[in-house]
């Protein structure tokens, strides 16, 4: 018989103590300690080796000049925006981790991706629903496609040895798990989605996939505060980390990356739900872009990046008499210290008297931009608002705002001018430091080729003489 023992775990970042504490050393929160019963199992042999491997080779060091290295060979998936918050596809050997609020289509996008693989044998383990549902839903989802139908395996378990033994049969080529928080692990004794289920249940998939070169994919539910529930050392082991967002009452869900070892961090897929699953949208800007029969104040359209696409985002103001003595400033999809910053700048350089003004501004499609690059672009919507004068729904804005009133120059520049000229923008105003005297960049590149006019400015003041009179 094992030897067993308890400790204690706190909740929030996975500390373990032998005694309950008050207050958690690492993280610093309150009364999130509780009690779990451990035992330590002899993982002489991990349960997912096959029989005939009972002995592991022992790795040595290497010098980093003898290492033999090749570019990832990964696997491209027909969905695009996966592929493209990936990194380029799916490496092989790879551990992603995608969370999510409950019923916002987690479930939905790995049972679509294990049906739009044709060729590839895919194992998709759940511990949350029966195998009818499965198939129910497959059945929904695949009724919209028009290729080829691959034939995923289904398996319902939630027992991580049972689960490397069917491996072990259907040798599968990518493995999906349903979710990490109901998997169990007879080597721990306490309960299914407590810290040290969640991360046994991990470290064994993490060996297996890096042993035998499997990509597995875990779903992950979150906190009411929006993080993925389970210690913060289950986002520090795996490779990849999606976030899967949206409003459960809107259909465009947006998946974004939060960690990734093998591409950018910045990336973004947007979907959009429908009755038979998810359907990828290749052209955000034409649903972040309202149609509009007549100008508006308090709206202009900015250019902005998620890691390498350029995006046009509805930026809207309101400014209205503060009727309480108290201005009330409040921003949805962007940062409110940020906003604040501007409307000092405003005040200070340009003399807008905004202070006793109430002040709301709302980004447009329910994303949320941390791009100083609109910061023109909502400016130009604020001071719209105060003197009730449209901006031109043909004109869009790329700089960021300096405190001394001076548009500052932003990084590539000739993709967000792209992007407005293929959306049929007639004129784009950015910062003359990214267009020097001569029509040319210091980069060599002329913006004289594009059919969109280009405004360059360098400083605020400029802007509203050019939108204003």
């Not at 290295?69 to 596809?89: M, W």
């Not at 499965?134 to 689960?163: C, D, H, W």
């Not at 493995?175 to 407590?194: C, F, K, N, R, Y």
């Not at 080729?449 to 009179?469: H, M, P, T």
Request: aromatic content about 6%.
């Amino acid at each position: 018989m094992a030897k067993t023992k308890s400790a204690y775990f706190c909740q929030s970042c996975g500390f373990e103590t032998p005694k309950w504490l008050g207050k958690c050393p690492a993280c610093g929160q309150w009364n999130t300690f509780v009690e779990e019963v451990i035992e330590k199992a002899n993982l002489a042999v991990p349960e997912w080796k096959p029989a005939t491997s009972s002995l592991q080779r022992a790795n040595k060091p290497v010098p980093v000049s003898e290492i033999v290295f090749s570019e990832e060979d990964r696997l491209i998936t027909p969905d695009k925006e996966l592929n493209r918050v990936l990194g380029g596809g799916i490496v092989g050997g790879s551990l992603v981790l995608i969370g999510g609020e409950p019923g916002i289509g987690k479930s939905t996008l790995m049972l679509q991706l294990a049906l739009i693989m044709p060729g590839i044998k895919v194992l998709y383990v759940s511990g949350e629903e029966s195998d009818r549902q499965i198939k129910m839903r497959s059945e929904r989802i695949s009724a919209s496609f028009t290729g080829k139908i691959n034939n995923p395996y289904i398996l319902v378990e939630t027992s991580t040895q049972n689960i490397f033994k069917q491996i072990e049969i259907v040798q599968p080529d990518l493995v999906i798990i349903d979710s990490i928080q109901t998997l169990h692990s007879a080597h721990i004794e306490s309960t299914p989605g407590s810290v040290s289920q969640v991360r046994e249940c991990t470290a064994e998939l993490m060996r297996f996939a890096k042993e035998t070169a499997t990509p597995v994919f875990l779903i992950g539910h979150i906190t009411k505060d929006g993080a993925i529930a389970g210690p913060k050392i289950l986002e520090h082991m795996v490779d990849t980390v999606l976030q899967f967002e949206g409003d459960r009452h809107h259909v465009y869900r947006i998946l974004r990356t939060i960690k990734n070892r093998f591409g950018s961090s910045s990336e973004l897929g947007i979907y959009e739900m429908q009755g038979e699953g998810l359907r990828e949208v290749s052209n955000p800007s034409e649903i972040l872009l309202s149609q509009r029969d007549e100008a508006l104040s308090g709206i202009t359209i900015s250019a902005t990046l998620e890691g390498l696409r350029p995006m046009l985002i509805e930026t809207q103001a309101l400014v209205s008499a503060s009727p309480y003595g108290t201005p009330q400033r409040s921003a949805t999809g962007f940062d409110n210290k940020r906003m604040n910053m501007l409307l000092a700048v405003l005040e200070k350089r340009c003399g807008f008297r905004l202070s006793a003004k109430d002040v709301f501004l709302n980004i447009t499609g329910g994303i949320r931009v941390e791009d100083p690059a609109i910061d023109l672009g909502l400016a130009a919507a604020i001071i719209s608002s105060h003197e009730d004068i449209p901006v031109s729904f043909k004109t869009c804005f790329a700089g960021e705002l300096g405190l001394s009133g001076e548009i500052r120059a932003v990084n590539r520049i000739e993709q967000r001018i792209t992007e407005a000229q293929k959306l049929g923008f007639e004129q784009i105003i950015i910062s003359k430091y990214n267009l020097p005297a001569g029509g040319k960049n210091k980069k060599g590149l002329d913006f004289s080729r594009y059919n969109i006019e280009v405004k360059a400015v360098s400083r605020i003041e400029e802007v509203f003489q050019l939108l204003f009179g």
